[in-house]
């Protein structure tokens, strides 16, 4: 082979390589951008999925932990200071305040989600009830004890013991509403919703003239078994003797014996100023004898 023909195929050889070269930086070059693209799009999505996530409101199911015991459910909460505004729906429709240091902290609510159904049927028994009046809970004592012929005071006191007011209030042991009904006894009331305060009162009412028809209107006995639950009374023929239970009831008493002397002291007074004015003193109605008499008698027990 002569000397050309050694060039001929090392010039071709050489070309060769660096074709070969040259693809192969080509694909490397492609890999790279390839890699830095997938990168880029994984880094926007992330961005995009973090951004949705921030943006998605507190989606609650937190149980609010009050110092008393009792907790409150809500959705969200926002902290103004002194005061705690917690969003008892999703659409803020509906919220209570609660003073800040009363909460001693938070816990997820670990009740299963509601079904589609139920939410359905919330939803529409939410919207039937912003259409419906909503009554003041003074209405909503004094037309349950009307029907169940309690004296309002004495169904008050039992409100501010058993929730403070609270509608949503719900105790360790799972009794809910203003007047802390059971699952079970707001079962055999007939009560379907414990939240709503007018269907509450009035299963709370009714549970209460039960207990005070079943010991002869012994109201200490009748307070007892409202809150220990009447075997306990029956066991122990008469409070039982926890220290719950047994604060429970006195301060009840307290409270109501409190609001009587109050407004004896206030119907006395009305009728001097009466008398002094020389004007005809209006009649005062005589505080209930069955209940003020087992006050009477009960409270030294």
């Known amino acids: 082979m002569g000397t050309t023909g050694v060039l001929a195929r090392l010039t071709t050889g050489a070309c060769v390589i660096h074709g070969m070269s040259k693809n192969r930086t080509q694909s490397v070059v492609a890999k790279t951008v390839a890699a830095k693209t997938i990168v880029a799009k994984a880094s926007a999505l992330c961005c995009v999925v973090t951004l949705l996530f921030l943006a998605r409101p507190a989606t609650a199911a937190e149980l609010a932990i009050l110092r008393n015991g009792f907790s409150i459910r809500h959705e969200h909460r926002l902290v103004m200071g002194a005061t705690t505004r917690l969003f008892l729906s999703a659409d803020d429709s509906s919220f209570t305040d609660v003073p800040t240091d009363e909460i001693t902290g938070y816990e997820k609510d670990l009740l ?131 220290r719950e239970t047994r604060a429970y009831v006195n301060r009840i008493v307290r409270e109501y014996n409190a609001k009587k002397t109050a407004q004896e002291k206030e119907a006395k007074l009305k009728q001097a100023s009466a008398k002094a004015l020389n004007k005809t003193p209006k009649t005062v109605h005589p505080v209930s004898k069955s209940i003020a008499t087992a006050v009477a008698v009960n409270a030294s027990h």
């Open 112 to 242: 299963l989600p509601a079904s589609v159904d139920s939410l359905a049927a919330s939803s529409s028994s939410s919207q039937a009830a912003k259409s419906a009046p909503m009554l003041a809970l003074n209405d909503v004592v004094n037309s349950a004890s009307a029907n169940y012929h309690l004296d309002p005071d004495l169904v008050n006191s039992v409100i501010h013991a058993e929730s403070g007011f609270n509608a949503h209030a719900v105790s360790p042991k799972g009794a809910r509403g203003l007047m802390q009904l059971m699952p079970g006894t707001a079962t055999e009331l007939g009560v379907n919703d414990v939240f709503d305060p007018q269907a509450n009162v009035e299963g709370g009412s009714r549970y209460l003239r039960e207990l005070l028809e079943r010991y002869n209107f012994d109201l200490v006995k009748a307070l007892a078994a409202y809150n220990a639950g009447p075997e306990r009374v029956e066991q122990y023929r008469g409070v039982p003797p926890f």
